[in-house]
């Protein structure tokens, strides 16, 4: 005997047979489908975010027309409303549709000045392609949209 310990080698482990589906081709074959519906859509997806410009643009141009008018609108009526009131020249009926009016300009102005800002943003968004910024932009979007319905009457 050895005053050595002996040390048994054994022949390397065989590889297992592939009789199995290995994670990387799985992913591989994910990734390439992804890329390729990417391409297949690439005109789309360009011609959307392109037409998301232009609308925010749209909403801008118009957002700012409506501001110029209805605050022609608001600043007359907060003129003249004072002397409405207090000589009665005019029905009842009348004067309280120029305080609802005057009360819709209001609320008109603030929602128009809402969407302008967020059309501005969701604009810049677009054209950097920033995901993120646009998914904070859809609540916004959905606040003013609401706001405008509250003050516009539902048709019956």
């Known amino acids: 005997m050895s005053p050595y310990p002996t040390v048994k080698t054994t022949a390397p482990a065989a590889k297992p047979k592939k009789d199995f589906v290995p994670f990387s081709d ?3 074959k994910s990734l390439e489908d992804v890329s390729k519906t990417i391409e297949e859509n690439k005109a789309n997806l360009d011609t959307i975010q392109e037409l998301g410009i232009e609308l925010s643009q749209a909403v801008s141009v118009i957002s700012a027309s409506a501001l110029k008018y209805a605050n022609m609108v608001n600043s007359i009526l907060d003129n003249v409303m004072p002397f ?3 000589l009665p020249i005019l029905p009842p009926k ?3 549709f120029l305080k609802d009016l005057n009360s819709f300009a209001d609320k008109f102005l603030a929602s128009v ?3 302008q800002q ?3 943003s969701v604009e810049k968004g677009l054209v950097a ?3 993120k910024s ?3 932009h859809s609540a916004d979007l959905r606040k003013v949209v609401a706001s405008f319905k509250t003050i516009i009457p539902d048709k019956k």
């Open 129 to 131: 392609g920033d995901v």
């Open 118 to 120: 967020i059309s501005g």
């Open 113 to 115: 000045q809402s969407a």
């Open 84 to 86: 409405i009131e207090k």
């Open 94 to 96: 009348t004067q309280q």
């Open 134 to 136: 646009l998914k904070n």
């Open 26 to 28: 799985k992913l591989t």
